[in-house]
């Protein structure tokens, strides 16, 4: 073949290229600009049902915001939480990292049997100080009183065998024994990880959310139940599945939505204990601890007690003079319903929302004994226990 013709083939494949470019330029300008009408003309969304959390809003254009820098920080955010089609790309990138073989999506571990396990957090040192200062004060200053402390440890602990192979998480059995040993001996600490060890294989966490199961709670209530002065406690249970599409926070930060999962309650066999309940968000009392309307909602996991409160007030007909502060995170809403039969009064207190007076609540309704109960990654991070018992101390 002479030089002539050579020349003229790659003319040809020349001008072939630069059309496919020029093509593909047009098609990705016509798509980027399809995207950015399409997110003009598209209302802004204030809830995600499928991250299950709440998405930025449009920030105030502000001098200060342009000197801190934070205006563009929030736009940023909103511009990611408000992007047109956003839970489908989040699920084809889910798809394109599996496909890779990758087992870490969005900081949540794809394990064994479809687990979706949380990575634990890095403990807020000053934070979790500050709480257990406020805790100990808080045991001096109520000496008359029962109180426990029970921390739960979260599924990546407890479900080593379901994590990807060599995948590091940090060992909580450590932070554990930390806090115990910050804690003061008049307050008793309740370390259910050996009982919930020996049960691991039996589904005591959910595969696509952060919370313990139902059946994880009552094994953790009959191993405290010596502790928390609880005789003879019940051990046959009726258990109805309400549930078998939950797909949790789990699923919803990661993008994995091949699996769902079952939620159960569990009501003794004998013995029907009669309650009134109410909270700090509903102006009537109701006579269940349950609400079956969130079962046709995104998190179902608020069918226990719908949902975190700041308060939530539970008197029970029993012939007993004990009642019980509870502080706690969403870790207690499917554990308190074993502690029914126990108390005539039940006070559970969530400090993230609470700002009134605990030491109101302590005289007014006479409570005799106190438990703290929260999951130990939320512990390790949060801070409103302390701000709620210090400010308490102060009143």
Request: with cysteine; glycine share 4%; proline share 3%.
């Amino acid at each position: 073949m002479d030089s002539e013709k050579q020349d003229k083939i790659a003319r040809i494949r020349k001008k072939r290229w630069k059309r496919l470019y020029l093509i593909m330029s047009m098609i990705f300008a016509v798509f980027v600009l399809g995207l950015s009408i399409a997110g003009l003309l598209v209302r802004d969304r204030t809830y995600s049902e499928q991250e299950n959390r709440m998405l930025a809003e449009m920030p105030a254009l502000t001098l200060e915001g342009i000197r801190n820098k934070s205006f563009m920080t929030d736009l940023e955010d909103y511009t990611a939480d408000q992007f047109i089609g956003r839970d489908l790309w989040i699920s084809l990138k889910t798809w394109v990292d599996l496909s890779l073989g990758k087992r870490e999506l969005n900081g949540v571990y794809l394990g064994k049997d479809q687990y979706l396990i949380e990575i634990p957090s890095e403990p807020d040192t000053e934070h979790v100080e500050n709480n257990m200062a406020a805790v100990n004060s808080f045991a001096t200053g109520h000496s008359d009183l029962l109180i426990n402390m029970m921390i739960i440890p979260n599924a990546a602990s407890v479900l080593q065998d379901y994590l990807p192979a060599g995948a590091p998480v940090r060992d909580q059995s450590e932070d554990m024994e930390w806090v115990r040993e910050m804690l003061y001996t008049n307050v008793n600490f309740i370390d259910v990880t050996d009982t919930l060890l020996q049960h691991r294989d039996e589904g005591l966490y959910y595969r696509t959310d952060h919370h313990w199961t139902s059946k994880g709670a009552m094994y953790a209530f009959e191993a405290a139940a010596d502790a928390l002065n609880i005789t003879d406690p019940t051990e046959n249970y009726s258990v109805y599945t309400v549930s078998t599409t939950f797909q949790g926070t789990m699923a919803s930060t990661s993008g994995y939505h091949a699996v769902s999962d079952t939620i159960e309650i569990y009501a003794p066999v004998e013995g029907e204990t009669e309650y009134i309940v109410s909270d700090s968000d509903n102006s009537e009392k109701r006579t269940s601890i349950y609400d079956v309307d969130a079962l046709e909602e995104k998190d179902q996991y608020q069918v226990f007690f719908g949902g975190n409160h700041s308060l939530v007030d539970l008197s029970m007909a029993n012939e007993t003079d004990r009642k019980l502060l509870v502080f706690k995170d969403s870790y207690a809403n499917c554990f308190v319903p074993f502690l029914l039969p126990y108390y005539s009064e039940i006070i559970m207190v969530d400090p993230r929302y609470y700002y009134d007076n605990v030491e109101n609540l302590i005289e007014n309704y006479a409570i005799t004994d106190v438990l703290f109960l929260y999951n130990l990654d939320t512990f390790l991070t949060d801070n409103s226990l302390g701000d709620v018992l210090v400010s308490a101390s102060e009143s």
